[in-house]
């Protein structure tokens, strides 16, 4: 199993206490080992296969945020424990600002998280390998949640990515959002509030508003 970097950091030490702690109680020892484990499984990898069209969901969890800025579009995506928290390029193109915002730590659900510590990753998509119809800015949010306190970016200024690649993490639950270039509409949108999502997998923003476009990754 493919794991998030850090996660032997976090799980270590209930593992190494685990042992320890079954001198003086089974149970204490039991739930040692089951923190451990699930850290590890919080922090888990899989490896995921983007479709061969289409902008595609950065993040596992259940769409939270679907709503209109002004010109844009924001889709929100709420991450439950269980899921996958390792946040995929919904777009392919060139990263040009990875900028760090401090904030609260709301939970991630609320209206209040908004003002949460954020990270945003800023992209210059790629037309011709995107559902967009021209070379636009979009930018991907990670936001921290009442127990995500570390967010960790894989990506800097000037890389180049392709749909599906990896972003970076937040580790202990949290929220990403995509900010769509202004060309995109909200009834362009191919999720509703409420839907689930597969990170790298899940369309959510197929041809269906700009015709037939060639979007396999270059």
Same mark, same amino acid.
């Given at each position: 199993?493919?794991?998030?970097? $850090?996660?032997?950091?976090?799980?270590?030490?209930?593992?190494?206490?685990?042992?320890?702690?079954?001198?003086?109680?089974?149970? %204490?020892? /039991?739930? +040692?080992? +089951? #923190?451990?484990? $699930?850290?590890? %499984?919080?922090?888990?990898?899989?490896?995921?296969?983007?479709?061969?069209?289409?902008? /595609?969901? @950065?993040?596992?969890?259940?769409?939270?945020?679907?709503?209109?800025?002004?010109?844009?579009? *924001?889709? !929100? =995506?709420?991450?439950? /424990?269980?899921?996958?928290?390792?946040?995929? &390029?919904?777009?392919?193109?060139?990263?040009?600002?990875?900028?760090?915002?401090?904030? &609260?730590?709301? @939970? %991630?659900?609320?209206?209040?998280?908004? *003002?949460?510590?954020?990270?945003?990753?800023?992209?210059?998509?790629?037309?011709?390998?995107?559902? #967009? @119809?021209?070379?636009?800015?979009? =930018?991907?949010?990670?936001?921290?949640?009442?127990? %995500?306190?570390?967010?960790?970016?894989?990506?800097?200024?000037?890389?180049? #990515?392709?749909? $599906?690649?990896?972003? $970076?993490?937040?580790?202990? !639950?949290? *929220?990403?959002?995509?900010?769509?270039?202004?060309?995109?509409?909200?009834?362009?949108?191919?999720?509703?509030?409420?839907?689930?999502?597969?990170?790298?997998?899940? /369309?959510?923003?197929?041809?269906?508003?700009?015709?037939?476009?060639?979007?396999?990754?270059?």
């Amino acid at each position: 199993m493919n794991l998030a970097p $850090g996660a032997w950091k976090y799980a270590l030490v209930p593992l190494l206490a685990a042992p320890f702690a079954f001198i003086f109680s089974v149970t %204490a020892s /039991v739930v +040692a080992l +089951a #923190l451990g484990v $699930g850290t590890l %499984a919080f922090f888990r990898d899989p490896e995921r296969t983007p479709p061969p069209t289409g902008v /595609v969901a @950065p993040a596992d969890g259940t769409v939270s945020v679907l709503r209109e800025e002004g010109d844009r579009v *924001r889709l !929100g =995506t709420f991450m439950n /424990v269980w899921h996958v928290h390792v946040v995929r &390029a919904p777009f392919a193109g060139t990263i040009t600002d990875v900028e760090h915002i401090p904030g &609260a730590n709301k @939970p %991630a659900f609320s209206k209040d998280s908004d *003002r949460n510590e954020r990270v945003h990753v800023r992209f210059e998509t790629d037309a011709a390998t995107n559902q #967009l @119809p021209t070379d636009s800015e979009a =930018t991907v949010t990670f936001i921290a949640g009442a127990f %995500a306190r570390r967010i960790h970016p894989y990506c800097e200024a000037d890389d180049e #990515l392709d749909r $599906g690649d990896r972003l $970076g993490h937040i580790a202990f !639950g949290s *929220r990403v959002d995509v900010l769509f270039p202004p060309a995109v509409d909200i009834d362009d949108i191919a999720v509703d509030p409420g839907d689930s999502m597969t990170a790298g997998e899940t /369309v959510i923003l197929d041809d269906g508003p700009f015709g037939e476009f060639d979007v396999l990754d270059a």
